[in-house]
């Protein structure tokens, strides 16, 4: 896979073409058989190539009670407790991670007790 990075420039088109025509050429087998860095200097030894180290990949949820409390801010005051009045307390799951978040009233009172005089 080949991915454009952002603020390529115009000048970079025929750049982006020309990688694009070359990468092309790979045949399935020397995607299996060949070594990254063998396949990258086969492929675009006319151009500079750098290679950045392999990072393992991990999955880790950026999600957190603050980050959910942003969500039922943007919500609006209004609505978080018409929720409260239905529900008793408003109960969130990441739909990534699936972690579990419970706000009662006071932790509703206290996101929007800045908010007064809006
Ligand atoms: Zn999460």
């Known amino acids: ?22 990468a092309q050429t790979v045949k399935p087998s020397e995607l299996l058989e060949l070594e990254s860095e063998t396949l990258l200097h086969r492929l675009f030894h006319e151009e500079t190539v750098r290679l950045f180290d392999a990072e393992e ?14 969500a039922l801010e943007s919500i609006g005051k209004d609505e978080c407790y018409s929720i409260l009045e239905e529900q008793g307390a408003i109960e969130m799951d990441c739909q990534f991670c699936h972690a579990h ?18």
Request: charged share 25%; hydrophobic share 35%.
């Open 57 to 70: 990949v991990a999955f880790q949820c950026s999600c957190s009670a603050e980050r959910t409390l942003g």
């Open 1 to 22: 896979m080949l991915q454009r990075m952002p603020g390529a420039t115009e000048q970079d088109d025929e750049l982006w073409e020309r990688v694009n025509h070359l």
């Open 101 to 118: 978040y419970r706000f009662d009233r006071n932790d509703i009172d206290h996101l929007f007790a800045g908010h007064t005089l809006h």
